[in-house]
């Protein structure tokens, strides 16, 4: 099995990390960025071209990609209950998480 695409990579955002290519649409935590603002990230920590593999330490020198930030919206709620027995006493939370869709346009390394 392989891919259509030869060129992706994993960067480093928000404390997490994502395997990312060209086009593709992403769901990360909130970000600080306004809507429709384009977004360069440098962490990252490998790049895959073709059958060339770069891997950083801990990231890629000169390497970078770029993002634009589509829409910041609320994760699905989950709910929490909590519940004391023999007090009768009861308690649900709800919450939703804020997260943000952006969509990477571009990865690039230079040499």
Do not use: C, W
Not at 20 to 33: A, F, H, S, T
Not at 73 to 79: F, L
């Amino acid at each position: 099995m392989s891919k259509t695409t030869s060129l992706f990579a994993v960067i480093q955002l928000a404390g997490k990390q994502f395997l990312v290519e060209e086009g593709m649409n992403l769901i990360v935590p909130r970000l600080k960025n306004n809507e429709g603002e384009t977004i360069t990230i440098p962490d990252v920590l490998l790049v895959q071209n073709d059958a060339v593999t770069t891997v950083g330490t801990p990231t890629v020198a000169g390497a970078s990609v770029t993002a634009m930030l589509d829409k910041q919206q609320k994760a699905e709620k989950i709910r929490v209950a909590t519940y004391k027995s023999k007090s009768r006493h009861r308690r649900v939370l709800g919450h939703r998480q804020p997260e943000s869709v952006i969509t990477i346009q571009k990865i690039s390394l230079k040499k």
